[in-house]
């Protein structure tokens, strides 16, 4: 895991600054190159240990390539094997050195072999490929002007950023990396790479990954339930190897209690709001799942005072106005590290592959009752009245900003398939304009700690895996997630009772209306507006001083 910069020096904070230490805060290194119109460029990467203890030496580069990485490749040893027998030979014990021998032996076909998250760059000289994996697990930003550009994995890394004229982004939707408080930000999208031409800032991009096609094979239930825990067992099994303490952020749902049970961690982290012991109550169940399964559940429970203490830090790391879970996420990562902890295990993405998420809920009950109606003697008519599946979603989607309904429906429509069933398009939309920014919260507060999150429900092989399911098998008695629950009660059997038994559905909320606005709603339009201030008056008041920089982090 690190962070990664590059590009025009002139565009870029030297890397003596610190600027994405905390990315990376166990060893850095880099090149410098002379192109042919006399500029300077950077290749620079910042490394978190995680794989291989020991110092390498940066940069690390091949035949005139060199690599800037940032990640994990889990199944790099099997790769790495493969190109042994090729003839390549290795000098380092990572996958960094594994991405760059594979993409100069198979070029950007690589990135189809690679099982993991990562977001990296290799430079010839001339051209730079920039390439992002799948679902955006880690960040990869370009700062072009026009005639110079720079790459890193925040924003912080570039200099003399300039606010938009119109910084708010409240009405902004889905949320895009691309729409930045910044001018001139661009992001490389999840499933992308880019080649440029560095010399003439010329830009071609190719999506390499799109969401797989509804198959709806499995028409099994038990064939379901053994498959998924086949595939999902080997993705936490992989996700777990590391030369470094690994934890688990726990919740008393499905999603992260499965996670426990198949990587059995020592000690586990819970956040419980004291404000939501009576709507919310997490430790109840996770106490009493760790009596029953025997591990130390480690609970935190952040206050009003810890937000205004570090609000500031989230401004600085969050860079884009991200969701209240920030906090939470933030308070986690860092009680984690203080703890010795580099790896945690999170859940993200079962409730968008699975149709956990309550916006699909209230679609697919609806499909239900609406079939009924367009199978009896009233469909002409009541078909009219309904519309269709993909004007309900976005109606749902849009319940806040009405006005913005004809752009997100093209959005939708991008990626909808008419012939697949509803809930296999709920789960594209929501893994492809949804399930992003989770993830860039996720990646912002962990690394702002130097920690490491890792999602074995986001393995390709369980998202290929979810696009097998007939509708029946996705979803059983008319609740979302039957596979996930199914494949709990069947490693945990009675131990997971209170679990499977829970009926409040939430995701990570924290009571920052409560605290600062008055009311008890999870609306974000005054956090969003809060949070945005913080971002623009961190980055203003830092903006062409490096060495102010390091006193934020």
């Not at 110092?55 to 040893?77: A, T």
């Not at 999506?207 to 239930?221: A, E, K, M, V």
């Not at 697919?364 to 009541?382: A, K, Q, S, W």
């Amino acid at each position: 895991m690190c962070g990664i910069f590059g590009g025009y020096k002139s565009l870029l904070h030297a890397p003596s600054s610190g600027i994405l230490s905390h990315r990376g805060p166990d060893q850095d290194g880099g090149s410098v190159h002379k192109l042919n119109n006399g500029a300077q460029f950077l290749m620079w990467t910042t490394r978190l240990k995680i794989v291989d203890s020991k110092d390498i030496d940066f940069p690390i580069s091949r035949l005139g390539h060199v690599i800037s990485f940032n990640g994990e490749i889990y199944n790099w040893l099997e790769i790495r094997r493969n190109l042994e027998c090729l003839g390549h030979k290795f000098f380092t014990h990572t996958d960094i050195e594994v991405a760059l021998l594979a993409y100069l032996e198979w070029g950007p076909a690589c990135l189809e072999m690679f099982n993991g998250m990562f977001a990296f760059a290799v430079f010839d000289g001339n051209e730079l490929f920039l390439a992002r994996d799948r679902f955006g697990k880690k960040p990869l930003f370009l700062f072009n002007n026009g005639t110079e550009f720079a790459f890193a994995s925040e924003l912080k890394a570039f200099k003399n950023l300039q606010l938009n004229e119109s910084p708010s982004l409240k009405g902004s939707f889905p949320w895009d990396e691309d729409q930045s408080l910044f001018k001139n930000i661009t992001s490389v999208k999840p499933g992308e790479y880019r080649l440029i031409d560095v010399n003439h800032i010329d830009e071609r991009s190719t999506r390499w990954y799109s969401f797989p096609q509804y198959s709806g094979d499995i028409d099994n239930t038990d064939l379901a339930i053994d498959t998924f825990l086949e595939i999902f067992s080997d993705a936490c099994a992989i996700r777990k190897i590391a030369d470094a303490p690994v934890t688990l952020f726990l919740s008393g749902g499905v999603d992260s209690v499965l996670i426990q049970s198949m990587v059995h961690a020592e000690t586990t982290y819970t956040c419980q709001f004291e404000e939501f012991l009576n709507t919310i109550n997490e430790v109840e169940l996770v106490k009493g799942l760790a009596k029953k399964i025997n591990f130390d559940a480690r609970i935190i429970s952040p206050t009003k005072s810890d937000l205004e203490q570090c609000i500031s830090n989230l401004g600085w790391h969050s860079e884009f106005a991200l969701g209240t879970s920030i906090f939470p996420s933030f308070c986690l990562s860092r009680e984690a590290r203080k703890d010795g902890f580099k790896v945690a295990f999170s859940g993200e993405g079962a409730d968008e592959l699975f149709n956990g998420c309550v916006r699909n809920e209230v679609l697919l009950e609806e499909r239900d009752r609406i079939d009924g109606y367009e199978d009896g003697p009233y469909r002409e008519m009541t078909s009219k009245y309904f519309s269709n599946d993909i004007d309900r979603a976005v109606k749902l989607a849009m319940w806040h900003t009405p006005d913005m309904y004809d752009e997100v429906r093209e959005k939708f429509e991008s990626v909808w398939d008419n012939r697949a069933p509803l809930a296999h398009n709920l789960s594209v939309v929501e893994t492809t304009f949804f399930l992003p920014e989770k993830l860039m919260s996720a990646d912002r507060m962990s690394m702002a700690n130097s920690l490491e999150v890792r999602n074995p429900f986001l393995d390709y092989r369980v998202v290929d895996f979810s696009c097998r399911l007939m509708p029946a098998i996705r979803r059983n008695s008319k609740q979302g997630k039957s596979i996930i629950r199914a494949a709990l009660q069947k490693v945990l059997g009675d131990a997971a009772n209170a679990v499977l038994q829970r009926t409040v559905k939430h995701g990570m909320p924290a009571p920052i209306n409560r605290w600062f606005f008055d009311n008890d709603g999870f609306s974000r339009e005054n956090w969003k507006s809060w949070i945005e201030e913080e971002i623009s008056s961190s980055f203003c008041s830092h903006a062409d001083d490096s060495s102010l920089l390091e006193s934020v982090l």
